[in-house]
């Protein structure tokens, strides 16, 4: 029987060999003589998506046959990485191929190299949604996720004298073998002009009609999501604006061709670009446009699958639902009603029956920048329909709230969807809340702050409505892939069953006493360290010391998230170094990744002190293999998988009450990095989860940080008291690091010493004494392999399989529906 599997693993390599030939040949038009790594890169990701296609065919049988209820997971971002690694692993199909490959003298992981990143999202929110896409077929959950396909993506991070430069992100330029286009499901969308009231024929009643100005239409582009070890294949349907078929007919017949085309453009514009903006909004018109268009699109094709099975839209809610991640798709909500009343004649009572069960809404932060809020003028000239529902919805939800608060004008002000004083908006937030039977925060601590602080208004209207999904990840991209030999040596300890029920990592435990188990695994994070150290020497040109602790913090760059006072620290440890060069130190490198929005120019202003820190330490003999700073260059998802399993420590700094969940936290924790950080976000869980004895705990809680700001915090005080905080700002002050422009730092010592709204002052010195704590640690190694060990088995509660079963048993009420094997 041996020789029988041998032989068909023999005819299976052939088989593969054949299929990448015959796709170089036929759909690249090229002679393998003449093939280079990329065409072997897009044969072998045509192959992948056959299969999948063929998945795909047979699940979207079964859930029609199975009349199963659908999850549409509404995102404006999707941060999906690449897709070939992923598609292999979870086709079962890795080793095999890497052997096939190997045998025509090709090397896998330089063809997985050639993939472009597909970064249609900004970071946290978009890379989430990618998570839930994996669990979500990995639980065999009927899912669809919509979106938008931007042809540019996140902007790529140039370093050019240290300064942040942005260029466009190409991402489509050799292709997307990943996506099918789907013209056969376009659809129309409209916008501008005006409504009108009509009466329609056999009908006394009036109706109002929208009358358009524009047409624009939506191409799905279709991109299917495997699970791991299932047979189920979901959807990602993303969509592009393309200019209506009779869009210039008029103009071209007017003779204005190059109005006509003009006009065009304007259309397919819409999708052109993702906004680079995290957490903080500006009333972009485009963006709304943009935000209007998916969710039209998208609400039209739910209809078309929904009466195409069921028949009629009474049952909208049993059958779909749908999620609103963040507020950026909260217009579907009066799209949903537009619909329903206008074009489906539902009466008012009974379409907001409909919508308020078929919407969910899940908030991702608590910062005040980030709400979204559109002037009602704008929005007016675009949606003019849509305005006037929003201010429908508007008067009977302030009725119904007056009638249980009599004589409370200011809470009707704060729950209003319009937003007055000064420039009327629409707020979107309250839009979500309102029109959906749930809402959720990501994590414990930013839930109960959402009921304490930003939604309290609505939790006290509607407590049942509220609930927590603590964040989580995929453990086979953020382990199983990215990280394999780990991935190995738990398995070959353990088994595998980790790799869908992350809970049972639990069982490594019973190992920590076993020395040659520590070993194995202290070697394996020195072996990714190597690896994570030629990256960095062939990115940056910087030599680092691959025994020194790798301490690292990879996010957007933001205020709130204090890369600066991590930057302040290694100032600090440079400054004792150069004083006391004899004194003993533990031998770090300190590793920044991150894009700063191209508006946000304090961020940028630290991307630049970074990188000139960084010249000033790696250039000084003094601290030569005892400190390095790294700024590595556009980070992104596929960089992240090279770094969460090379790293020793994760930062996550951010001041308390201000971080909503975090994500990067937990995929450095599963793979065996320790956490120094606050009590924030989903910090506060993983150190419940992983023993306050393997967290490095500093600085203020959410309440004091509140309690300082109301006494009023006095940054001053801290520079005044503080010798090596003091000598850390003069350093910057005296121009060290701005040889020739002395006052290019300028603005960050006055956001740090007038206002200081992040409370960097206030935490500076518990977290330079926390990392005293962290070196001391790093130094007894075998004590921190332990805590390491312990941090990865006990991380299973951050699988995003768990968190979305929360989401599937306690708002959408959808069960799995598993395709049958062939
Ligand atoms: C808004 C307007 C224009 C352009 C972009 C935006 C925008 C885009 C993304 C605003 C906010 C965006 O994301 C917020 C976000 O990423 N929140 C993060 O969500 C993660 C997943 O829940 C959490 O882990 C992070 O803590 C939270 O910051």
Known sequence: ESAGVALDAEAQVSQIQQALVNNL??????????????????????????????????????????????????????????????????????????????????????????????????????????????????????????????????????????????????????????????????????????????????????????????????????????????????????????????????????????????????SENITKVLYPNDETRQGKELRLQQQYFFVACSLQDIIRLHLRDHGSLENLAEFAAIQLNDTHPAIGVAELMRLLIDEYNFEWAAAWQITQRTFGYTNHTLMPEALEKWSVDLFGKLLPRHLEIIYEINHRFLAQVKLRYPNDPDRLERLSLIEEGGERRVRMANLACVGSHAINGVAALHTELLKQEVLQDFYELWPDKFSNKTNGITPRRWLLQCNPRLAQ?????????????????????????????????????????????????????????????????????????????????????????????????????????????????????????????????????????????VFLPNYNVSQAQRLFPASDLSEQISTAGMEASGTGNMKFALNGALTIGTLDGANVEIREEVGADNFFLFGLTTEQVAACKAVGHNPWCYYDTNPELKRTLDVIASGLFSPGEPDLFLPILDSLLVDDPYMVMADFAAYVQCQEHVSRTYEDRDRWVRMAILNTARIGKFSADRTIADYAREIWKVKAVPVAGE
């Not at 989430?128 to 669990?135: G, I, K, T, Y």
């Not at 495997?226 to 071209?252: H, I, M, Q, S």
């Not at 440079?574 to 191209?598: L, S």
Request: one cysteine or more; hydrophobic letters at 40%; aromatic letters at 10%.
């Open 25 to 266: 040949y036929w759909v690249q038009g090229k002679d393998e003589q003449f093939a280079n790594a990329h065409d072997y890169y897009t044969a072998l990701a045509h192959s992948v998506r056959n299969q999948l296609l063929q998945k795909r065919i047979r699940t979207a049988k079964t859930y029609a046959q199975e009349r199963a209820k659908t999850v549409y997971y509404m995102s404006a971002e999707f941060l999906m990485g690449r897709q070939l690694g992923n598609g292999l692993i979870n086709l079962g199909l890795y080793d095999t191929m890497r052997h096939a490959l190997a045998d025509c003298g090709l090397d896998l992981d330089e063809l997985l190299e050639r993939e472009a990143e597909p970064g249609l999202g900004n970071g946290g929110l978009g890379r989430l949604a990618a998570c839930f896409m994996d669990s979500l077929t990995t639980l065999n959950l009927p899912a669809v996720g919509y979106g938008i396909r931007y042809e540019f993506g996140i902007f790529t991070q140039l370093i050019r004298q240290g300064h942040q430069v942005e260029a466009p992100d190409k991402w489509l330029s050799y292709g997307n073998p990943w996506e099918i286009a789907r013209p056969d499901y376009r659809v129309e969308i409209k916008f501008g002009g005006h409504t009108e009231v009509y009466k329609k024929d056999g009908d006394d009643d009036y109706q109002v009609r929208w009358i358009p100005a524009q047409t624009v239409i939506g191409i799905p582009h279709d991109v299917p999501v495997p699970g791991y070890g299932t047979e189920n294949v979901n959807l990602l349907r993303l969509w592009k604006a393309e200019a209506g078929e009779a869009f210039d007919l008029d103009a071209f017949n007017a003779g204005d061709y190059f109005g006509a085309v003009a006009n065009k453009m304007i």
């Open 489 to 629: 040596l738990i398995s070959e300890t353990i088994g595998d069953s980790w790799i869908t029920n992350l809970d049972d990592l639990k069982q490594l435990e019973a190992h920590l006493d076993n020395e040659v188990f520590r070993h194995a695994w202290q070697a394996i994070k020195q072996e990714n360290k190597w690896s994570l150290a030629r990256y960095i020497h062939d990115t940056v040109g910087i030599k680092v010391n691959p025994d020194s602790m790798f301490d690292v913090q990879i996010k957007r760059i933001h205020e709130y998230k204090r890369q600066l006072m991590n930057v302040l620290h290694v100032i600090t440890l440079y400054n004792r170094m150069v004083q006391n060069p004899g004194d003993h130190v533990v031998p770090r490198t300190v590793i920044f990744g991150g894009k700063a929005a191209p508006g946000y120019a304090m961020a940028k202003l630290v991307v630049k002190l970074v990188n000139a820190v960084a010249d000033v330490v790696n250039n000084d003999p003094i601290v030569a293999g005892r400190l390095k700073v």
